[in-house]
């Protein structure tokens, strides 16, 4: 499927919770600053023509809610805020990430706020729901790549209830891999747990 048609899905169904890690440039290359960092600067600077739909970063969860800019046309991830800086920074810069500078961005729970993402992690009832949103657009996004989707965690580093979490979702992924048309084609891939930042 041509990218602009996924790229379109994406929006229409998960703008509002997921976007893409292409930031444009900050005035201060050297710094961790948040001029230029949301998602219309990345568009006007044409750093959309390095999206990937083979790379995945997947967080936990918003750590609070945007109450004077809400989430939409892919504005999640590209706010002032600490943890978006520092992920344009790094994806940027340190080469150990680069690879994923204009993957697919999402989180796993994307509709519970909280700073402390230890909290959200492992206690949530309706947890399969969860994982499959996360297949949903994993679907979508195997439309538009026909070899491997390589997956980076990050989160909490050494928490086990977080890896716990993980781990039951990387099992429900290949126990209902093959429910999805599109997605069963693909060999996923999985990297992690990272905490940006640290």
């Given amino acids: 499927m041509e990218k602009d048609i996924v790229i379109k899905k994406l929006h229409e169904k998960y703008g509002k919770q997921s976007s893409f890690a292409i930031w444009a440039d900050s005035q201060q290359k050297d710094?961790?600053?948040?001029?230029?960092?949301?998602?219309?600067?990345?568009?006007?600077?044409?750093?959309?023509?390095?999206?990937?739909?083979?790379?995945?970063?997947?967080?936990?969860?918003?750590?609070?809610?945007?109450?004077?800019?809400?989430?939409?046309?892919?504005?999640?991830?590209?706010?002032?805020?600490?943890?978006?800086r520092n992920m344009r920074y790094v994806l940027k810069n340190v080469r150990n990430y680069q690879e994923y500078y204009g993957a697919y961005l999402t989180d796993l729970y994307p509709d519970i706020q909280n700073s402390v993402s230890s909290k959200v992690v492992g206690g949530q009832e309706n947890e399969i729901s969860y994982f499959i949103n996360f297949m949903n657009q994993l679907d979508i996004l195997a439309d538009a790549t026909s070899n491997k989707i390589k997956i980076l965690f990050t989160g909490v580093v050494g928490n086990t209830i977080h890896q716990r979490s993980v781990d039951n979702l990387i099992m429900y992924l290949k126990q209902h891999i093959n429910e999805y048309e599109k997605l069963k084609k693909v060999q996923l891939e999985f990297e992690g747990t990272w905490q940006f930042g640290m």
Avoid: C, M, W, Y
């Fill in 31 to 84: 710094k961790v600053t948040g001029d230029f960092i949301d998602f219309q600067s990345a568009i006007d600077a044409e750093e959309n023509l390095k999206v990937r739909f083979d790379r995945v970063i997947l967080l936990i969860n918003p750590s609070n809610k945007q109450k004077n800019n809400p989430e939409e046309n892919f504005s999640a991830f590209h706010h002032k805020g600490v943890t978006d």
